[in-house]
Structures are given as C-alpha cells and as structure tokens.
C-alpha cells in the first residue's frame, strides 16, 4: 500500500512536471511567432558583429555575409570568411577596394549597385553582381532585395541621389533584415513591410537626424531596430533620444545598442 502511494505521488508530479513544461513550449513559440503566421516555420536569427560605423559581419545559419567591407585586412583578420558582400554605396566608409581585395577572391560574390560594379571591375579578378534598385535576387538561398537610398533635404541632396546606391532587404527562412544604407527617411522606407530586424542610419549632414529616424521607424514597425551609421560631422548622434523616441511611439519595438564605434 505504501508503495502504491508512492508511486501514485510519482506519477501526479511527473503530469505536473510535464504540464509546465507545455505551458512553458507555448509561451516562447507563441512569443516568437507573428500574429498572421501560425504556420510559418522562421529560421533563426543571423549573428551580428559590429566592425565599425557601417561595416558589419552577419553570421546568418552559418552562411557569413559582410555589409559595406572598409578598415582594410586587419579589422577582419579574426574573422571567418565571407560567403557574399553585399555593399551599399561608393564613399569610402562603405567601398574600400584595398578591403575588398583583402577579403574576397573571384568566388566571393559581391553584390552592390552598378556604381560600386564598376569601381569594383576596374581591380579585375572579382566576382561581381550588379543589383539596380528595386530588384530581387537569390544567392545561396537568401533572397536580396535592393532598396533605395537618397537624400531628402535639398542641402544634402549632392550626397546620394537617388538611384546610386542600395540599402537592402535580405530573407532566409520568413525572415528579413533591412540594411538601409545612406538615407534619409524616404517613402520606400517608410513603407516596407514585415522586418525582424532593422539597420537604420542617423547622422548629419550626411543621412537624417535621429528624430526622421525615429518617425520612419514608426511607421514601418520592424520588431527590433539596431541604430547605426551614426557617427557625423559633429561627432556621434543622440542614439539614446532615438531609443527614446521609439519606445515613446511604440513599445513594440526594440531598440538594440551595439558598439560600432570601439575605441581601439
Ligand atoms: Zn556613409
């Protein structure tokens, strides 16, 4: 009998084990899911490692994809090696050609507008792709979208007329990312649709203030936002009223911090 009691008492804690332990399932999958997408499988989300400024290395589902390569062979000597480039304009704080000969061989490809194309084929040896604004391409099973960037104010229009240079929306797995490049608040911004994860520049004279970036973010809703391309003329912008300025408007959103100006 006292057995059988034992074994009855068992038995209730291992169901009541059991019954968290569901609770607990659903919770982080109805967390991680979107309203719309209950049936939707999302891959994981790509590691990101900060180089400097605009210059960054996503480590996503094992495929390793740099974002505008400058700083020259040491800023990515500890790093693995790229799988693709993707760069968005032809300043020197997103095209270096020292960097991206450092970096990549014919069998790396090099996915940015036809201005960095051509910058990039008069070095020869290199692999690369042109993508024109507004296209989509596949390249090992991420689909790239080029989205554009330009200026709005007319004092700041001679730094990226629209057309040159790409930000770009990258997918895998239901999952997106928006890089947006040198911009200001534009309307192909504003209206882009279902981003996990966004990149959103914000320093002058060269892109927008940190309150045009706020109020795109609002508009477009990513579910998390990193600043970045922050450092301008008058030093660093103000990322902390930015982070303010979204949490204000919407709690929803997430604004991530990493450090993309190291000291050393
Ligand atoms: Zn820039």
Not at 26 to 44: A, C, H, K, L, Y
Not at 144 to 150: F, G, L, S, V
Not at 158 to 173: D, P, Q, S, T
């Amino acid at each position: 009998m006292k057995n059988y009691i034992i074994t009855l008492i068992a038995i209730i804690a291992l169901i009541g084990c059991k019954q968290n332990q569901s609770d607990a399932d659903s919770d982080t999958e109805t967390s991680m899911r979107s309203p719309d997408t209950t049936t939707e499988v999302v891959g994981p989300d790509p590691d990101i490692t900060p180089i400097s400024h605009a210059t960054m290395i996503l480590d996503w589902d094992g495929t390793i994809i740099y974002v505008d390569p400058v700083g020259g062979e040491k800023a990515f000597e500890a790093r693995p090696p790229a799988n693709m480039i993707l760069i968005t304009d032809i300043h020197g704080d997103h095209l270096n050609l020292e960097t991206v000969q450092a970096v990549a061989d014919n069998s790396v490809p090099i996915i940015g507008p036809e201005a960095v194309g051509d910058e990039l084929r008069s070095v020869g040896n290199l692999k690369v792709i042109d993508l024109y604004n507004g296209d989509t391409m596949e390249q090992d099973g991420f689909k790239i979208e080029a989205i554009p960037m330009y200026n709005l104010r007319e004092e700041a229009k001679k730094f990226h007329h629209k057309g040159r240079g790409n930000g770009y929306v990258i997918e895998k797995g239901g999952k997106r990312v928006y890089i947006s490049g040198d911009t200001e608040d534009i309307p192909e911004m504003r209206s882009l649709k279902d981003i996990d994860i966004a990149f959103v520049c914000m320093n002058l004279p060269y892109t927008m203030t940190v309150e045009s970036a706020a109020d795109a973010v609002l508009d477009f809703k990513p579910k998390v936002v990193y600043p970045y391309h922050y450092r301008g003329t008058d030093g660093l912008s103000d990322v902390e009223k930015f982070a303010q300025l979204v949490g204000q408007g919407n709690a929803d959103i997430t604004v991530k911090q990493l450090d993309w100006y190291p000291t050393k």
